[in-house]
């Protein structure tokens, strides 16, 4: 079946630190790819999303490029600062009803 | 947030009782989700409709129902609570209002369920 599978959490990194955040997918045909964050206390957001093979999603400096040789959608940025610490989720959908599948999610703290 | 409002955002209930979640959204779209938050497991669809009266199971649907009357409002019953059941209820919808336009997906606010 479709499935999705983030890396452990929790990351800790200081700012201005390299992120990444690995993403790999199971999945039949063409999914559509997405990164979702959540802040303390809230709701979902959507980052950033990639909807074909060698698309890459960008949005506030983090970045993600759909890889369908390897079945990927790492999240990267360059430098993260303290006020990136959240939840973030990996996420695949599947045309049928636009149900999402979601990772199990990776906690990311940034220090000061 | 597109439009979407969950109540109530807490509450406590006791095991056995049946426990009501609305979700209500004001932009008129077509498809609307449930979904249940819990540690190590991300956010795993109970339900989702497709339609006014129109609705699917998701992966975790046993325990629950859902009713959609209006096309604004989206009902999670819970017929008789668990405390397995104990969680954080996330409403979505798809924005788009044909069958088979799917855009974003949001989500609101959440409400968070204690099951004593």
């Known amino acids: 079946g479709n499935s999705v599978t983030q890396m452990e959490g929790p990351v800790t990194l200081s700012e201005e630190a390299f992120l990444t955040i690995n993403c790999t997918y199971t999945?039949?045909?063409?999914?559509?790819l997405f990164w979702y964050v959540q802040y303390p206390g809230e709701g979902l957001q959507l980052l950033l999303k990639?909807?074909?093979?060698?698309d890459k999603g960008s949005n506030k400096g983090f970045e993600a490029t759909y890889r369908k040789e390897t079945t990927s959608f790492h999240l990267e940025k360059g430098s993260v600062q303290v006020s990136d610490s959240a939840v973030y989720f990996c996420?695949?959908?599947?045309?049928?009803?636009?149900?999402?599948?979601f990772g199990q999610g990776t906690e990311l703290s940034v220090k000061p | 947030d597109a439009g979407i409002t969950q109540s109530p955002r807490h509450k406590v209930t006791e095991t056995g009782t049946p426990v009501t979640l609305r979700c209500h959204q004001t932009?008129?779209?077509?498809?609307m989700y449930w979904y249940r938050q819990d540690p190590g497991h991300g956010l795993r669809l109970i339900h989702y409709?497709?339609?006014?009266?129109?609705?699917d199971k998701g992966e975790v649907s046993d325990g629950y129902s859902v009713s959609r009357s209006k096309t604004e409002d989206f009902l999670l019953t819970l017929e008789s609570a668990t405390s397995s059941q104990t969680s954080v209820y996330f409403c979505?919808?798809?924005?788009?209002?044909?069958?088979?336009?799917?855009?974003?997906?949001?989500f609101g606010p959440g409400t968070r369920l204690t099951v004593l």
């Open positions: 996420a695949l959908r599947y045309n049928q009803g636009g149900k999402l599948i």
């Open positions: 409709s497709y339609g006014v009266k129109d609705t």
């Open positions: 932009e008129n779209h077509r498809y």
């Open positions: 990639a909807t074909k093979a060698d």
């Open positions: 979505a919808i798809t924005e788009g209002t044909a069958i088979g336009e799917y855009n974003e997906q949001f």
């Open positions: 999945a039949t045909g063409y999914p559509s």
